[in-house]
């Protein structure tokens, strides 16, 4: 007993003749073994087969009993109407089945009786000894229909559960993206409206152009929450491009990522906010400037970027904690695409400034 893919429950008649052959086979042949041990020895494949047969009307009367069990769920409901309904529908089905049962002993004499049976005497003393078996049938399948409904409403809940999930989760991400945008562009602006300020009319139309570009290569895969790594790196030079009109020889950068890692799927604008608060904290603060370093590899099925800057560092541990809008906002969506197997680290480099850690799964995208 099953449901379809589009939520129509149907029953499976596979299942229901493969279930009430096992049971007749098993009737059947008890019946045969009491007959060798009650000392006849007459044909036993008329009485295996009469014996087989009467569960018949019990297999064609399940898709009934099922279609009942969930209507009037007798677990969930034991209203008066529910119990009269079932009593109804066992008395109907246990009469048609005896008087099956009669007319097939009747008409084959399977146990051989010296007196050929008569439909009455072989209805009413058959009924006496099958209405226990016939209580146990029917309860049967209540039960199973019962446990087959919840297993699959147990199913249809996780299913449900992991779509909305997976749909808040986008949800998140698509609020944190863009709460990214309105953060880049309004620091980009400030840069600009600082150029002009400085009568540096050429350098400012340049990060113009610079920035529209960007946000139009941005626009283009706005709805993905990850993209390739060498989509994120050229991401990443686009955003370059522009600080290198502001910052002139003041701004030094090098990227290092192996090759064999640009197929990596990684979260988008990744790169560009930790370049940023290197950009931001590191190197504008110093009149002569710096390097930033961008460096990426595999290590045990993770993938590592590391993002430097020769700036002051960070000052305290403290700090670590208390990030601006780009690094929490990174923070947050690693944990929403890559929970526990995700980690970003910020903190001192060994031979002075700071450093971005970024560790995830490396999986390849298209």
Known sequence: MTETHTGVRTTSWLWIAAIWSAGGLFDASQAVLIM???????????????????????????????????????????????????????????AVTETWSAWLQVLFNPWRNRQWPTFIDTWTTTLIFQVLTFVIAYALILTVTHLLDARERIA?????????????????????????????????????????????????????VGLSEFLRRASEDSHRSQVTLAE????????????KVRFGDRLQVSVDIPAELLRAQVPNLLLQPLVENAIKHGIARRVA?????????CHNGSLRLSVYNDGPGVLADSQTTHTGVGIGNLRTRLQILHGSQSDLQLRRAAAGGA?????LPFTEGA
């Open 289 to 297: 400037g710096g390097t930033v370093r961008v460096a990426g590899a």
């Open 232 to 243: 994120e790196v050229e991401y990443l030079q686009r955003y370059l491009e522009i600080q």
């Open 156 to 208: 249809r809940q996780i299913t449900e559960t992991a779509r909305l999930n997976e749909e808040l989760s986008r949800a998140q991400l698509a609020a944190l993206r863009g709460q990214m945008e309105p953060h880049f562009v309004h620091n980009a602006l400030n840069s600009i409206t600082g150029l002009v300020r400085d009568q540096r009319t050429d350098e400012a139309v340049s990060m113009i």
């Open 355 to 359: 450093e971005v850690v970024v560790t």
């Open 36 to 94: 060798h041990a009650e000392g006849r020895h007459h044909p036993w494949l008329p009485l295996f087969g009469t014996e087989l047969a009467s569960w018949l009307p019990w297999a064609l009367a399940t898709p009934l009993v099922v279609r009942l069990a969930r209507r009037y769920p007798i677990i969930r409901s034991t209203s008066a109407r529910t119990l009269a309904v079932h009593l109804a529908a066992f008395a109907l089905i246990s």
